[in-house]
């Protein structure tokens, strides 16, 4: 038994060898899927009056998502590709307190956002260096954003009825969906593992607006 594991060990030594010194050709087509960590900057303000101007509360943050790819070689270093990404759900909340004549009032916000990408990316590729190739893509990402946003008012003392009692909406829920489009950048270290396999280090950084995301993360890679 032990000298079948060692066979199958040099085999495998030799196979990995030889594919190190002559790594295949690009494989015209491609798949993809991978994970990523997201870290987001976004940038929101509102005006409530009386009381001036008060902050969205802030979902910038990291969280962490997944994508899907497909692709192919239009030349041996240019491709073409879609990819697809979904983040997780980011909260962020805020608590404002201010008077109101003799009174006090409380407004608390609560905000969800997730992003789902859309990219079209143009890729520049290296030649391969043993079982490693670096590829430079660019192109346009659509971003759809939803957010759920719930703010939760309150007066104290309660006021009492009168010639003028001050009124507002004791709950307010929104959901709102946004489509915005902007340019998309990132690297890609290709390692082949196999002939059809490869395992992929990449980064990816999305601009949409005056917002940003950042996406380090890693996937796997499979040519027909």
């Known amino acids: 038994m032990k000298r079948v594991l060692a066979a199958i060990a040099i085999v495998f030594s030799v196979s ?3 594919h190190a010194q002559n790594p295949p050709p690009a494989r015209r087509v491609f798949v993809a899927a991978g994970v990523f960590t997201a870290t987001t ?3 929101r303000t509102e005006v409530i009056q009386p009381f001036g101007e008060i902050g969205f ?4 943050g990291t969280t962490v998502g997944g994508s899907l790819g497909v692709g192919g070689f239009l030349a041996p270093r240019w491709s073409v590709r879609f990819e697809y990404g979904a983040e997780g759900t980011r909260h962020g909340s805020t608590t404002f ?3 109101l004549g003799p009174l006090t ?3 608390s916000t609560q905000l969800d956002e997730r992003l789902k990408t859309g990219s079209v990316l143009l890729g520049y590729h290296t030649g391969s260096r043993g079982v490693a190739r670096l590829g430079f893509v660019a192109g346009m990402v659509l971003v759809h954003q939803r957010q759920h946003l719930l703010q939760q008012n309150s007066i104290q003392p309660p006021p009492q009825p009168g010639p003028v009692t001050p009124t507002l909406e004791p709950r307010t829920e929104i959901v709102n969906t946004e489509l915005r489009l ?8 290709v390692l082949a593992v196999w002939p059809r396999f490869a395992v992929v280090p990449e ?3 999305l601009v ?3 917002n940003w995301d950042f996406r380090p993360g890693m996937s796997v890679r499979i040519g027909f």
């Open 16 to 18: 990995a060898l030889a």
């Open 41 to 43: 900057q976004m940038s």
């Open 57 to 60: 509360p802030n979902v910038s």
């Open 97 to 99: 307190s201010g008077p």
């Open 105 to 107: 009032f409380t407004r």
């Open 182 to 189: 902007g340019p998309a950048v990132g690297v890609d270290l």
């Open 203 to 205: 980064m990816r950084v």
């Open 208 to 210: 949409f607006g005056s």
